[in-house]
């Protein structure tokens, strides 16, 4: 009866190591009852924007002060049921100018391992912010939208996403 229980027990171990040390995101929660896409929603602002590795936060906080709003907006049995909404400050010629960017579809979906958003897309006139237009996050409404946001980290209060676009490499480090 001592060797069945002693058995259980480190079969039980054996589970939950697994559970444990099988998670998507090195530094996500060990176990959440919400999904990964339930994650997602929250409001978030930029604390780390890079491309090619350098380090543009300091410039994107200089002429960009935006919120990044992502929630469900309609039934969950409809495919395109997640929004983000954008809205605060961008500089235009050394004066904070108001935006609002209503609500836009954000899609989510998983490729194999890869779990990928798709921004359709902050589209805004150019010439009320010359300047302004700051790829893959702030683009003109000639621009295709920004299919392919790849999730790099996802925790209670963080999101990373990962953009490439020919030979370059975007970083975009969100937090609520």
Not at 13 to 19: D, R, S
Not at 142 to 163: A, C, N, Q, Y
């Amino acid at each position: 009866m001592k060797t069945n229980s002693r058995l259980y027990f480190v079969a039980f171990l054996l589970i939950l190591l697994m559970v444990f040390g099988c998670q998507k995101y090195e530094e996500g929660p060990q176990i959440s009852l919400r999904t990964v896409e339930k994650r997602i929603y929250g409001t978030y602002r930029i604390e780390y924007f890079a491309k090619n590795g350098n380090n543009l936060t300091s410039y994107w906080n200089q002429y960009y002060d935006l919120s990044f709003k992502i929630e469900e907006i309609s039934p969950a049995d409809i495919s395109d049921h997640i929004g983000i909404k954008v809205e605060g400050f961008i500089d235009s010629c050394g004066v904070m100018k108001s935006i609002h960017f209503p609500f836009y579809s954000l899609h989510y979906w998983v490729r194999g391992d890869d779990e990928m958003i798709m921004l359709n897309n902050y589209l805004y006139d150019p010439s009320l912010y010359p300047d302004r237009l700051l790829y893959p996050l702030i683009v003109s409404s000639g621009t295709m939208p920004v299919d392919s946001f790849h999730i790099t980290k996802l925790t209670m209060d963080e999101l990373w996403l990962r953009h490439t676009n020919n030979t370059d490499i975007y970083e975009i480090h969100f937090k609520e």
